[in-house]
């Protein structure tokens, strides 16, 4: 049994789709299972003992080309897909690009979500629902019914061979996203840090990527600090950064794939929410294996991890900030008691 699975999107939106991984390992024990993914999100799939081959695609590289030689290495990588003869291939993201590739492939089973119109509409054997109605987690488990097999667990894995330094007893803060709209207010984060390090004397460490955006983002955060935090921020790969979360007590940070590491990680999370929906994407928890974020909004709790979201009616907006801003005034204000007590709660 041969299987591809196609996940052509973001490092936290792979890292949800790991369920799927194991569930088809489990069903199909002798099965060599593959992996088609933009090359940014390797890192998730990379070392995971079920994965056969990753397959990358690399868009940047691609579109740097001429387009002659675009559209052959571009040949190559379909090519390899139909060289491969699989029997299944699940497309887990919506598009034409995910579709063609399994109409390509020839494989027997095609599991996926049908594009609203073209030629690819019809192409899935196993066409699947639309995702937005459930946890992501939940939803990369859609093909695993649709294809008749059974589902045993629903348990996110991260895999990470990296060393770093041996850094113990402290809280992991990730306060910022790609997307700056996901961010909470600088002197908010500002007074959680000083809050951890100098009431509660416990040693923090930020960590951010390598990004200009989000390093100023940290530059102005502990320009706004009383306290000394151990900033990592911009020195770790991001097979680094799972190592080191994994040595933390308690992770504290945005709607981010830093945040579903954590998870992953099963370290206790508290994690702020504006304008997505904690529905489809709060932190997973991994022992109690459902979804617990029944609301559409305000503060919600599973066995470990705890989302803060406001409650207004405007709230999840699934905008990208308030009037095109890139600034979410949701997380602009929130609560710093109640964010106190919730790490208070983490901690005992």
Not at 206 to 215: I, Q, V
Not at 307 to 333: A, R, T, Y
Request: glycine residues 4%; charged residues 30%.
């Amino acid at each position: 049994m041969k299987i591809l699975i196609i996940k052509f999107r973001n490092i936290g939106d792979v890292l949800l789709s790991t369920p799927l991984i194991k569930n088809l390992k489990l069903n199909y024990p002798d099965a060599s299972i593959d992996f088609a993914l933009n090359k940014e999100t390797k890192d998730m799939i990379e070392d995971n003992p079920d994965i056969n081959e990753v397959l990358i695609y690399d868009r940047k590289k691609l579109k740097s080309l001429p387009i002659f030689k675009r559209a052959l290495e571009e040949w190559k990588f379909l090519k390899k897909i139909k060289n491969k003869n699989y029997d299944i291939v699940i497309n887990l993201t919506e598009g034409d690009r995910g579709a063609f590739y399994a109409f390509v492939s020839k494989a027997s089973k095609k599991v996926g979500i049908p594009p609203k119109k073209g030629i690819f509409k019809k192409v899935y054997t196993h066409p699947l629902p639309k995702p937005w109605q459930k946890h992501m987690v939940e939803a990369s488990l859609d093909p695993i019914e649709a294809l008749g097999l059974k589902i045993f667990e629903k348990k996110l894995y991260v895999f990470s061979n990296e060393e770093v330094k041996d850094y113990k007893d402290f809280i992991h803060i990730h306060p910022v996203s790609r997307w700056l709209f996901k961010c909470v207010k600088d002197e908010t984060i500002a007074k959680i840090i000083d809050f951890l390090e100098l009431d509660l004397k416990q040693r923090v460490i930020l960590t951010a990527a390598p990004e200009k955006k989000e390093l100023n983002k940290i530059k102005s955060i502990l320009s706004l600090c009383k306290s000394s935090p151990i900033n990592l921020s911009g020195k770790l790969s991001l097979k680094e950064t799972i190592s080191l979360n994994k040595k933390a007590k308690l992770f504290i940070g945005v709607d981010t794939a830093i945040m579903h590491i954590a998870a992953a990680n099963s370290i206790p999370t508290i994690a702020f929410f504006g304008p997505s929906s904690a529905k489809n994407w709060g932190p997973w928890d991994n022992e109690e294996q459902k979804n617990s974020y029944l609301k559409d909004k305000g503060i919600q709790r599973s066995k470990n991890h705890t989302v803060i979201q406001e409650d207004w009616e405007c709230v999840p907006c699934h905008q990208d900030g308030c009037n095109g801003s890139k600034i979410s005034d949701c997380l602009m204000n929130l609560n710093l008691e109640i964010i106190k007590k919730e790490i208070r709660e983490k901690l005992k």
